[in-house]
C-alpha cells in the first residue's frame, strides 16, 4: 500500500500546510535532512487545541493534539517533496512541547500523538529519536507543538 493509499485509509487528508506564525519558515533542507519547524495542532477545519494538560486537558486529548501536529508536518513535508512520499528515507528525530501544569508528568504519552502517526505512516522508517518537553506555555495557547528532522533522498 501506497503512503497516499494509507494516509486516505487512515482518514487523512492531506491540505495546505498552516503557514508560519513569526519570522521563519516552515522547512530547510540541509543535505538529505529536512528540518521542519514546531507544528501546531490545527485541524482541518482552522481550529486549533488548546489547553493546559494535567488541568485543561487530558492525556487522550494531549495525543490527538500532537497526532494534529504530526499531520501538518505531513501537510508541509508533502508539499517540500512535491507530493512524492517515496522520497522519504526516514523520519530521523521529533522534538515535542507539551502545554504542562506544574505537576504533570506524561509528556511521552502525549507526544506518542505525533510518533504513533509517523509510525502508523511510514512503518519501521517512521521510528525515531525523540524528545517530549514540558513547558508553562506554548504559543498562542496550544496544548502541543512537534518538530521533526526528515532524511529524503532525490
Known amino acids: 500500500m501506497s503512503i497516499a ?3 486516505q485509509s487512515m482518514g487523512i487528508t492531506i491540505r495546505e500546510a498552516p503557514s508560519p506564525k513569526g519570522n ?5 533542507r540541509t ?3 529536512l528540518h521542519l519547524c514546531g507544528h501546531i495542532p490545527q485541524k482541518d477545519d482552522g481550529s486549533l487545541v488548546c489547553g493546559r494538560l494535567g488541568q485543561d486537558l487530558s492525556v487522550e486529548e494531549g495525543y490527538e493534539s500532537a497526532r494534529w501536529c504530526a499531520i501538518n508536518i505531513l501537510n508541509t513535508l508533502h508539499k517540500e517533496l512535491n507530493g512524492d512520499w517515496s522520497r522519504v528515507v526516514r523520519v530521523v528525530k521529533v522534538v515535542g512541547f507539551v502545554n504542562s501544569a506544574d505537576d504533570f ?3 511521552p504519552a502525549v507526544i506518542n500523538g505525533a510518533s504513533d ?3 502508523e505512516v511510514f512503518g519501521l522508517a ?3 529519536a525523540r524528545s517530549a518537553v514540558g513547558s508553562n506555555t506554548l504559543p498562542l495557547g496550544i496544548a502541543t ?3 521533526a528532522i526528515v532524511e529524503v533522498k532525490d
Open 31 to 33: 543535505g538529505n535532512l
Open 105 to 107: 508528568q506524561q509528556q
Open 126 to 128: 517512521g521510528v525515531h
Open 117 to 119: 502517526l509517523f509510525g
Open 5 to 7: 493509499e494509507k494516509l
Open 145 to 147: 507543538e512537534v518538530e
Open 24 to 28: 521563519y519558515i516552515s522547512c530547510v
